[in-house]
């Protein structure tokens, strides 16, 4: 992908997104004997976005917080979601408002078309090589900036008092689930990855990606399709479910362990048997970050086994490591790249430079859909 081509400090920093990648230069080699390395970067600040909710909660508590304890660092993460790239554009190339961003394949594209992340050296990050080959196969030459900490993907909830299974997609569609359904009205290309799972047509998510012909047919199956209200964010997702109003829902994996933990004996939380539609979160080095060593450090961190365990302990985002072991809150955690790719389908770079050329075509579409389907 040509990104030249394509695509949309504190104080500006709530509600943010998409952020930079890493140069080089390690911090600790080299430059001091191991003692002195580990408080090298003593007193020294960070500012790390994450995912808004759940996943900034687990970050904090599983990555934040054990960094600055190991290294005698003040290190933060802020949530946001898809700010990011404009405000980076809006502050001084040599003063950004974060150091380090996650970034899915959209926030990669967007930010990498305006040259706001820094490519990482990879032979001096280390980790590399224990990361699963999927994570760099659909990557292209997007593999050359950040480092890959996992990856997040649509589940499924519902009710146990419902009486449906939620071993499959084709809940949504049961008699049973009439009037019962909720969904995501504001992301709605994860909806349509619902019936293109379940579709024969084309492998997982490919039909996304193919002609406006291709995606007309999942709006159509969409219609089929009683809800009782579309979702708009992950809290009215949880007032729909937990009031009753709703007993059958799509949930991102970066909502769903907080879920589980709070209404797990409820509702059936999990990934259906067809698989799911999936995005990666690398994490990118932002251009003209005036923290270029800690940052390196911080990748470096992000990659290592101990870090990536615990946050899987936390969470239900899937991991970029391949020697990692399941979490009790999800015992068919995938751990290797062949149940990876069974399970995860990835909303690729590529994918996205095909479906983003239609977006005004289907924002429009999913209006009609919304006013076909919805209950009452």
């Known amino acids: 992908m040509d990104f030249d081509q394509k695509v949309t400090r504190r104080g500006v ?18 430059r001091a004997s191991p003692a002195a390395a580990q408080s090298a970067f003593a007193g020294e600040s960070l500012i790390v976005v994450s995912w ?33 790239v404009a405000q980076i554009k809006a502050a001084p190339a040599d003063n ?22 820094l490519e990482t050296d990879r032979s001096k990050i280390p980790g590399f090589d224990a990361v699963l080959p999927w994570f760099d196969e659909f990557r292209g030459d997007a593999k050359k900036f950040g480092v890959p900490f996992g990856g997040g993907s649509l589940w499924m909830a519902v009710a146990k008092s419902s009486g ?104 059936e939380i999990k990934i259906p048997a067809e698989g799911t539609s999936s995005y990666t979160n690398w994490f990118m080095k932002v251009r003209g970050t005036k923290h270029s060593d800690l940052a390196d450090k911080f990748q470096a961190y992000l990659l290592q086994k101990d870090t990536q365990q615990r946050f899987l302990e ?32 990835l909303f690729t770079l590529k994918g996205w430079e095909v479906f983003g050329a239609n977006w005004d075509v289907y924002s429009n579409r999913m209006k009609e859909t919304i006013s076909r389907t919805t209950a009452g």
Not at 13 to 30: E, F, N, R, S
Not at 185 to 212: N, R, V
Not at 320 to 342: F, G, M, Q, V
Request: glycine share 6%; hydrophobic share 40%.
């Open 164 to 267: 449906i299974n939620a071993n499959s997609w084709k809940g949504f569609w049961d008699p049973a689930a009439s009037g019962k359904t909720t969904l995501d009205a504001a992301s709605f290309y994860w909806d349509l990855c619902i019936p293109a799972l379940l579709s024969k047509q084309k492998p997982g998510i490919d039909e996304l990606f193919g002609s406006q012909a291709d995606v007309e047919a999942l709006f159509q199956e969409l219609d089929k399709l009683k809800v009782a209200k579309w979702y708009k964010d992950g809290a009215e997702l949880s007032n729909l479910l937990v009031q009753e109003t709703a007993q059958v829902a799509s949930i991102y994996s970066a909502d769903a362990y907080g879920f589980m933990q709070e209404f797990g004996s409820d509702f």
């Open 52 to 84: 808004s909710g759940n996943h900034e909660r687990s970050f904090r508590e599983s990555v934040i917080d054990p960094f600055n304890e190991q290294f005698g660092t003040k290190a933060e993460t802020t949530g946001g979601w898809d700010q990011m």
């Open 96 to 117: 950004p408002p974060f150091d380090l961003t996650i970034a899915d394949e959209y926030t990669s594209a967007a930010g990498l078309a305006e040259k706001l992340f």
């Open 314 to 345: 936390n969470s239900t985002d899937f991991m970029s490591r391949r020697d990692l072991t399941a979490p009790k809150h999800w015992p068919d955690y995938p751990t290797s790249d062949e149940a990876i790719r069974k399970t995860f389908s």
């Open 13 to 30: 920093l709530q509600g943010t997104l998409v952020c930079a990648t890493a140069l080089a230069a390690p911090a600790m080699i080299g």
